[in-house]
């Protein structure tokens, strides 16, 4: 199968998945806010940022490198693995220790044991990871979205049953884990059948990866402290039940992108790797690539913002109709993050992560700024400076990510991601 059949193949079945899965999560949580207080969600949102967080220790990066790099030997991706297991431990071994600390930081006790059994997925995960990796850089998406879909539909079963069982807060965990346990037992099964296991290790093999992971690493973390200190700001200064609140209205409008972006960029970042020494076909691609994106998540966040209230009505019912506002603003946000998506293909496929550590590293100073000056007034403020921050921020990341790498003028960047929006919508609104 050629490059481009295989492209499309995983684009296809990324589609399929994407969208499931998304199916899925949307049933999982109107059916669960039926069930579990507002409260929940709140703390769930808390263990989340912290165990995503802790999460991006476990590979150090490599995964991208591994992805990056053509031609790498059996014994590399053993030393790869090891590290990642290594790694894993100590990290969940960081976690559990720190559980305590957090659960006091923000006055919720039961957040120590949430934290501490959510913590086994961070070991799991590294046990079939590397090989889920291998399949991403092979465009075997079918695989890969097969596996997906079946644990998230073992996810949602077990999850309304536990809820309605009344195990509360553990449903969401119970379930999670549950989902986790299937999908890497699956990878590596596979992964020791078709490519073998070799018990090997040795550090000067790996250290050509750590060039482009740590990078990645460093921009991942902060990265991940700008996307989530609204969370960490709300869960400490309004509670756990407000955070609640905004938690579900962030993973509502969470949903477009989440289906849409991936079904690009997660074929597109392997696809790219590929034809990263062909300068035009890649910059096209990339072109094209920012095109489609931006003018399919315009449509999608257009309709959401004029749809959000019986979108919230039906999903979560009328205890939640305060979030619908919030809901609104936040499509905004999204929509202009959403653009910023493609970037990591950029840097991954050329393997210049450090241009993403920078601007990153910058974002950690100036995104806090605007966060803590909306969190002195309300929730609904806090969105509004997140929109504000999203639209200044569009010509500096510009600038420091994507012309280094494709060499293009800011008004063709900006033509690219305006042109087809309108378009897209008009025809949206004549249907």
Known sequence: MSLKQKTISGTKWTTINKIVITVFAIVKLSVLTRYLDKGDFGLMAIVNVVLGFMNMFVSLGLNTAIIHKQNITKNEYSSLYLMNVFMSI??????????????????????????????????????????????????????ISIVSIVAAIISLISSIYLAINGYGVYSL????????????????????????????????????????????LGGQIINYFNRDLDTLLIGKLLGAEVLGGYSLAKQLV?????????????????????????????????LKLLNIISSVNFGAY??????????????YGSDFIGIVTIVQILCFYMYVRSLGNPVGCLVVATGKTHLEFYWNLLSLFILPIFVYLGSLYSIKAICFTLCLYSV????????????????????????????????????????
């Open 254 to 286: 969470l949903r477009p992108t989440s289906i849409i972006n991936p079904i690009f960029t997660t074929v597109a970042s392997p696809a790219l790797a590929k034809i990263q020494n062909d300068k035009k076909q890649f910059n096209l691609a990339y």
């Open 173 to 216: 965990v119970y379930s999670s884990l549950i989902g986790v346990i299937f999908s890497n037992i699956i990878y590596f099964s596979d992964g020791i059948l078709k490519k073998g296991f070799t018990f090997h290790f040795r550090l000067k093999e790996i250290k050509p990866f750590f060039k482009i992971g740590i990078y990645q």
């Open 392 to 431: 200044v921020s569009i010509y500096p990341a510009f600038r420091l990510i994507v012309k280094p790498i494709i060499k293009i003028d800011f008004q063709l960047y900006m033509k690219t991601i305006v042109k087809l929006n309108f378009t897209h919508f008009t025809k949206l609104l004549k249907r």
């Open 302 to 315: 257009s309709m959401l913002c004029i749809f959000a209230y019986p979108v919230v009505i039906i999903l």
């Open 90 to 143: 100590l990290i969940m071994m960081l976690v559990m220790i720190s559980s305590p600390f957090i659960a006091n930081f923000y006055t919720e006790p039961r957040l120590r044991d949430l934290i501490i059994i959510m913590s086994l997925t961070i070991i799991i995960s590294a046990i079939g990871k590397q090989y889920q990796t291998i399949k991403q850089k092979e465009l075997e998406f079918k695989f």
